[in-house]
């Protein structure tokens, strides 16, 4: 059966068909009288505005209502630039990156290797795939995995080395996964300089916002749970209420009870008795004990008509869930 291939191929002088890249597209009205906005100029050609380029991967083509450039495309991107955006890639985006041209596939090998090492170093950990527990071996790999440019890597790493008692040598590995933009790295990262001597709160909140903003629904209740505790700029009970909601809508149980009490008392948001009682079901479906006893003591004075005070409602507080 015949089947065709998308993107189009290209005919080489061997006789054989390969893929190109997606090229680069500008109009060409905003290059004419402004400089090059593209941050790897150094590496691409100038554009001839007059007459079309010879080059094959980059053309200019001209109509009555719009004159569109081609530039160069991703292949011709330095390998330094390809690891940095590759470094926080698991292993199925590994795969499909190398797929895209001849210049990815170079570049990216590094991580290809480093995610069979971060697999190795997950095997010895947690002693699966056959293979006894060994956290030297297990270490060993993710340190392998992470001088290849995988954060992921890093962060197991890390992690490893917290566990151990070695806080600087983790430290460092998250440090380096966050400056990276790894989520991971920067959550445990700020975290971990909660948990320093000395503290150092105000960078904390700075790499727990970043990963907040980017999704990481842990790093949205810790940091949350740190604004609550008066760490940061200033202690702002919206923002804290804000974070806690985010967190407990992204499925984390800890941030559903303590939405379920900022709804109950009204702290940060809007007091709500029905959406207090959404989020403490929600929480004690999800195995939270306290969340379970405070549900369970609410249905029984609905049934009954008595009103049921949790023993530690009087102990109430955010900031020790």
Known sequence: MNQ????????????LRRFTAFPFIRKQTHLQNRPSENPFSDHSKKINTTTPPSSSNSCCSSSSSNQYCYNQDFSQLPYDIILKIAARF??????ASSL???????????????????????????????VKRNLSKAL??????AARGSTLAMVDAGLLYWEMGK?????SLYRKAAELGDPAGQCNLGISLLQVNPLDPEEAVKWLYKASVSGHVRAQYQLALTLHKGHGPKRNLQETAKWYLRAAEGGYVRAMYNTALCYSVGEGLMQSHELAKKWMKRAADRGHSKAQLEHGLSLYSE???????????????????
């Not at 065709?4 to 061997?14: I, V």
């Not at 480093?114 to 947690?126: N, P, T």
């Not at 049934?303 to 869930?321: E, K, W, Y």
Request: net charge positive; proline share 4%.
């Open 140 to 145: 060993d790999s993710f340190l392998k995995g």
């Open 303 to 321: 049934v009954s008509g008595v009103v049921c005070l949790s023993p530690n409602m009087n102990n109430r507080s955010l900031a020790s869930v």
């Open 4 to 15: 065709k291939t998308w993107p189009a191929t290209k005919s080489s002088s061997d006789g």
């Open 90 to 95: 698991s292993l199925s985006n590994v795969r």
């Open 167 to 171: 806080r600087e040598e983790g430290i």
């Open 100 to 130: 895209v041209c001849k210049s990815w596939c170079e570049a990216l090998r590094p991580l290809r290797e480093s995610m069979v090492f971060l697999r190795w170093g997950k095997r010895f950990k947690h002693g699966r795939g056959g």
